[in-house]
């Protein structure tokens, strides 16, 4: 059965089996349900033996692996066995990947895959034979995958991305049974779906937060993969008090504010010195966020239940990369255990986000509780005094969106400018007849004639009038002065007696006499002898 005819009670079942895999890939886990059945549609299966290889390390990746039966081993090079993998030209020595195009098996007795049962016919691909022989020139054995399993999704993401492993099917298995989806169909069906921004777009924005300073592209690749875009309308909950945390948000747009509703009773002295107590209910404004800050941090904490302690609503239309709980144990909890560096800083920025909120909760709550009547709206200025984390910048005396932060301007100052080409007007002079006089002998300067004809050009703006009336004037002073044969002077903006000044009259012989008898007169009465 092609794939384009398969019914849709065998995309269900597909779809189904998919979900239910725990070692599934985050990519294919948080997208939406059609996208999943439409990419469930275009889905490719493969049969390969023992020791069969389904990709190399170093080949340009173009199909995503789902294992379904069996066990696979992945082998990683290191960079200096690569190199000398290359430079050898070792890859020539085995065939090519398992192609993925379609071909009904020659022998009808072949296996099939167990789960999902019988939806279509095995494509069976075999390489060579066996590779135990040459298995020393894989490198070394890092992992072995299980069904579930799911390797080379990154082709999908980055296209033209090189294989950074080699996995060929385990020798204690005698076959291994695959899903296989080619980057062409996974683009085809994520290009139907209206998403707003692109993977591109939202690892560009995960570069920008502070917590994520530390992380590679092709970690953050697989985290914005892993990630759910969401809209939230104005006075919409993303998360209501004492209910348990599902998503960790990183708001690209919009407003949000943690609210929280007080009761509390307040004793109230009456007549004839009695007390009555009275019950208050305020609903406080508690923390403002905005874009490029993150909602939900208490998920850092490893708790099994992670309950809200406010209300988080969207006061605006509100646009925010969603990281289901799941998927950030997995990322940045698991992660962390593993003692990987570049999460170390992430949970360690979270956990003090966590701190300054909690503390600067407290101090509103405990402010709506002395004074029920005052109701504060909280704004980006005033969280300047909260103590919390500036997500863009990493400093506490501000938040991320702040007039005040210096990320922006940097990000402004640092930013390619836009090359314009440049343009030179070059002035036509255009020459006018020369006078006749003939009764006039030759002009010394009649090297300047053709220049002092000159007509003034006109302006190169029309607003440049200053420049304008300049060259108007000179050439004006060069045709005054081509009338008689002279060349014309810089007009006087002084009057004469004012440029006037005494000049010393220059020293004659006498007057250098007259010095030299001086100096020797100072010589002879000079008390010290000269050695």
């Avoid at 993401?157 to 060929?168: F, G, K, M, N, Y």
């Avoid at 701190?355 to 300047?384: G, V």
């Avoid at 006089?437 to 050009?457: C, F, I, K, Q, T």
Wanted: hydrophobic fraction near 35%; charged fraction near 20%.
């Amino acid at each position: 059965m092609d794939p384009c005819d398969r019914r849709d009670t065998d995309i269900a079942h597909l779809y189904s089996w998919l979900m239910s895999q725990e070692n599934l890939s985050p990519l294919f886990q948080t997208m939406p349900e059609k996208m999943g059945k439409n990419i469930c549609r275009e889905l490719e299966f493969l049969h390969l033996r023992s020791n069969d290889v389904v990709v190399h390390q170093g080949d340009v990746g173009s199909t995503c692996f789902i294992l379904i039966s069996g066990l696979v081993a992945v082998f990683v090079r290191s960079p200096d066995e690569q190199e000398r993998f290359t430079r050898l030209g070792l890859r020539k020595c085995y065939p090519p990947d398992p192609s993925t195009s379609l071909q009904h098996l020659a022998d009808p007795s072949a296996s099939k895959p167990t789960p999902p049962p019988s939806i279509d016919p095995i494509v069976q691909r075999t390489g060579s034979q066996n590779f135990r022989a040459a298995a020393m020139s894989f490198g070394s054995k890092v992992a072995s995958l299980k069904p579930g399993a799911t390797f080379g999704e990154i082709c999908l993401i980055e296209p033209d991305s090189r294989r950074t492993a080699t996995v060929l099917v385990d020798g204690a298995c005698s076959s291994a049974n695959f899903i296989v989806l080619t980057s062409s169909s996974y683009t085809k069906m994520t290009a139907t779906q209206k998403t707003e921004g692109t993977i591109s777009d939202h690892i560009a924005f995960l570069h920008q937060l502070f917590i994520f300073r530390t992380w590679s592209k092709m970690q953050l690749m697989r985290l914005a993969s892993s990630m759910r875009y969401m809209v939230f309308s104005p006075q919409q909950f993303l998360q209501r008090k004492n209910a348990d945390i599902e998503y960790f948000y990183m708001i690209l747009s919009g407003e949000v504010r943690e609210v929280s509703s007080i009761v509390f009773q307040q004793v109230n002295h009456v007549g004839g010195g009695t007390k009555k107590l009275t019950e208050h209910k305020v609903t406080a404004e508690l923390t403002y966020i905005g874009k490029y800050d993150v909602v939900c941090e208490g998920l850092v904490y490893p708790r099994k239940l992670h309950l809200s302690p406010v209300d988080i609503r969207a006061e605006t239309t509100v646009c925010a990369l969603a990281l289901s709980k799941k998927l950030f144990q997995l990322s940045i909890l698991s992660a962390a255990q593993l003692h990987q560096k570049h999460v170390a800083h992430t949970l360690r920025v979270l956990e003090q986000v966590s701190d300054a909120r909690q503390k600067w909760r407290e101090a509103r709550i405990n402010q709506a509780t002395a004074y029920p009547d005052l109701l504060i709206k909280i704004t980006s200025k005033m969280m300047r005094l909260s103590g919390n984390l500036c997500m863009q910048c990493g400093r506490c005396t501000h938040i991320a969106g702040d007039s005040v932060c210096l990320f922006d301007a940097f990000l402004k100052a640092h930013e390619p400018k836009p090359v314009e080409r440049q343009y030179f007007h070059h002035l036509c002079k255009d020459k006018t007849d020369e006078p006749e006089d003939s009764g006039r002998s030759p002009s010394p300067h009649n090297h300047h004639d053709h220049v002092m004809m000159v007509a003034a050009a006109p302006a190169l703006a029309a607003d440049d009038t200053r420049l304008s009336a300049h060259r108007q004037l000179l050439a004006e002073q060069w045709t005054e002065a081509a009338k008689h044969g002279i060349s014309p002077r810089r007009p006087a903006t002084t009057d004469s007696t004012t440029t006037m000044t005494t000049r010393r009259p220059k020293p004659n012989a006498r007057d250098r006499g007259s010095i030299a008898a001086d100096i020797e007169a100072v010589r002879t009465s000079w008390p010290y002898a000269s050695h």
